[in-house]
C-alpha cells in the first residue's frame, strides 16, 4: 500500500495522480485528525496518527510497502517536529522494510551567493531552519543505518500553483491583485529565482518512489526555467488583465516586524534567497526520469483558473 503522512497541498495532489493513474489504488492517508475536508473514494483510508511518535510511524510503516512524508508545520514549530519526526521514521524504518521519499525544500545547502543548486552539494546551512533540515537528512539518509538505502529526499523550491495559499505567488497574492492592493515584495525583485510548480513536486515524488534503483539519495524536482519575482509578476499582469502594484519591502523592516510577528521572524533568516539569483538544477532527475517540468506561462494560468475558480464558489 502507498501512504501519504500530511494532508496539505503537496499530499493531496500526490494522491489526485495516484488515482489518476490507478482510481483503484488502495491509499492510506494519515494526519493529525483522521479527518479531510473533501470527498475521496471507498479505496482511500484516511487515519490519524502523530508523526512525532515512534510506536505510531512503526504502526503506519508496517501496513505500507511506499511512504510518502509530506508533513508540514508553522516555522516557529520545526525545531521540536522535524527532529522528532525524523527520529520517529528512522525508527519505523528499522522496524520495518517500508521505502519512504520524503518532501523536502533546499534550505539544507545554506547560502550559496547565487550559485546552482545540485545534489552533490554538501548540507552546511548556517540558519536555524537550514540546519534543523539538514539534521533529518542526516538522521534519514547519512545516518549509516541498513534502511538509509530505503530512504529518497526530493527537494523543491518555493510552491507556486494551484492551492498554494501562503507562498509568495499563492492565494494572498491573487487576493490582492484582484482587490487592487499593493503587492509586497522583498529582495532584489529582477534576478532570477526557481520556483517549483506543485503539480511537477507531486509527480516527482511519485516517480522517485516508483523507481528501485532511486533510493538511498537526493533528487531535485525538475523546475520551470527560473524568472525573476518581477518577470513573474508581469505574467500574472498578461493572464490576469490585472495591473499590479507593487512595493518593495527594505529587509530592516522585515526585520524590525519580526519583533511582533513569529512567522516574519522567522522568514528574516532566509532572506538570502532574494539577495541573490536563486537557482536550481535538475539534470540528475532529467537524466533519470525526463524533463517534465511545467513552463511559466501554463503555471500562470492554471493557478489564475483555479484562484477564480474558487472565488465563484464564495
Request: aromatic share 12%.
Amino acid at each position: 500500500m502507498k501512504t501519504i503522512i500530511g494532508t496539505g497541498q503537496l499530499g493531496l495532489c500526490i494522491l489526485q495522480q495516484l488515482l489518476d493513474k490507478n482510481p483503484n489504488e488502495k491509499i492510506l492517508l494519515v494526519n493529525r485528525t483522521g479527518k479531510l475536508p473533501v470527498a475521496i473514494p471507498a479505496n482511500v483510508q484516511v487515519v490519524a496518527a502523530d508523526a512525532t511518535s515512534k510506536t505510531g510511524m512503526e504502526a503506519i510503516a508496517r501496513k505500507s510497502a511506499v511512504i510518502f512524508s509530506c508533513t508540514d508545520m508553522p516555522y516557529e514549530k520545526w525545531a521540536d517536529f522535524y527532529p522528532a519526526t525524523a527520529d520517529a521514521l528512522a525508527y519505523a524504518l528499522g522496524k520495518t522494510g517500508a521505502r519512504l521519499v520524503v518532501a523536502d525544500n533546499l534550505y539544507s545547502y545554506g547560502n550559496i551567493s547565487g550559485a546552482a543548486m545540485h545534489e552533490q552539494m554538501p548540507h552546511n546551512a548556517t540558519t536555524k531552519k537550514g540546519k534543523i533540515r539538514a539534521g533529518v537528512i542526516n538522521t534519514l539518509l547519512f545516518s549509516g543505518n541498513e534502511f538509509n538505502k530505503r530512504v529518497a529526499f526530493v527537494k523543491a523550491a518555493d510552491f507556486i500553483g494551484p492551492d498554494i495559499h501562503k507562498g509568495l505567488l499563492g492565494k494572498n497574492f491573487l487576493d490582492s491583485v484582484y482587490e487592487g492592493r499593493t503587492v509586497r515584495l522583498f529582495g532584489n525583485i529582477a534576478l532570477p529565482h526557481t520556483f517549483t510548480y506543485i503539480k511537477d513536486f507531486a509527480a516527482a515524488m511519485i516517480n522517485v518512489g516508483n523507481a528501485d534503483d532511486a533510493f538511498g539519495q537526493l533528487w531535485h524536482v525538475p523546475n520551470a526555467p527560473a524568472l525573476s519575482p518581477d518577470k513573474w509578476l508581469h505574467l500574472f499582469e498578461v493572464i490576469t488583465g490585472k495591473r499590479i502594484k507593487k512595493s518593495v519591502v527594505p529587509k530592516f523592516v522585515i526585520r524590525l516586524a519580526g519583533f511582533f510577528n513569529p512567522f516574519i521572524k522567522e522568514l528574516h533568516e532566509m532572506a538570502y534567497q532574494f539577495e541573490y539569483q536563486y537557482l536550481v538544477n535538475h539534470d540528475k532527475y532529467a537524466g533519470r526520469f525526463g524533463n517534465h517540468c511545467t513552463y511559466p506561462s501554463e503555471i500562470v494560468q492554471q493557478t489564475v483558473d483555479w484562484y477564480l475558480s474558487t472565488q465563484q464558489h464564495n
